[in-house]
C-alpha cells in the first residue's frame, strides 16, 4: 500500500502564507484523488480541498478555504501540494493528506470515508 509523506507545516502570522507537501510513495498511478483534511484541536477531521488524479484535475474545496488555497499536483514527482493564503487561526490544525484507489463519487471527494490510505499529519498554527 502507499506511503503519504507530509511536510512543510509550522508556525505563521494571520495573513501570511504556507506551502504544505504530501508525496505519495510508490502507486501515485494507481491513485484517483488525493486530498487534504485537517483537525483542529477537539474538533472533527475536516476535508478542504481534493483534486482529482485522472483525467482533468478537477479540484474541490471547502467553503471555509475557497479563494484561499490552491491544491496542486505534480504527477511526475507524486506530489500533492496545498499553497494557502491569507491565513486566519481558525486555520490552525493537524493537516493530513489521502488517497484513494477507488474513484469518488462527485459530491463526496471531500468526506474522509471515500479515503483509504492517510499520512501522519503536519501541524500548522497561524498565530500572532
Known amino acids: 500500500q502507499p506511503r503519504l509523506l507530509e511536510s512543510g507545516g509550522g508556525s505563521v502570522q494571520p495573513g501570511g502564507s504556507l506551502r504544505i507537501s504530501c508525496v505519495v510513495v510508490?502507486?501515485?498511478?494507481?491513485?484517483?484523488?488525493v486530498a487534504w483534511f485537517r483537525q483542529g484541536p477537539g474538533e472533527e477531521r475536516e476535508g478542504i480541498a481534493s483534486?482529482?488524479?485522472?483525467?482533468?484535475?478537477?479540484?474541490y474545496y471547502a467553503d471555509s478555504v475557497k479563494g484561499r488555497f490552491t491544491i496542486i499536483q505534480d504527477a511526475e514527482k507524486s506530489t500533492a501540494y496545498l499553497e494557502m493564503n491569507a491565513l486566519k487561526p481558525e486555520d490552525s490544525g493537524v493537516y493530513f493528506c489521502?488517497?484513494?484507489?477507488?474513484?469518488?463519487?462527485?459530491?463526496?471527494?471531500?468526506?474522509?470515508?471515500?479515503?483509504?490510505?492517510w499520512g501522519q499529519g503536519t501541524q500548522v498554527t497561524v498565530s500572532s
Open positions: 483534486i482529482s488524479t485522472t483525467g482533468a484535475g478537477k479540484e
Open positions: 489521502a488517497t484513494t484507489f477507488l474513484k469518488p463519487r462527485p459530491w463526496s471527494y471531500l468526506r474522509s470515508d471515500e479515503y483509504q490510505y
Open positions: 510508490d502507486y501515485w498511478l494507481s491513485t484517483h484523488a
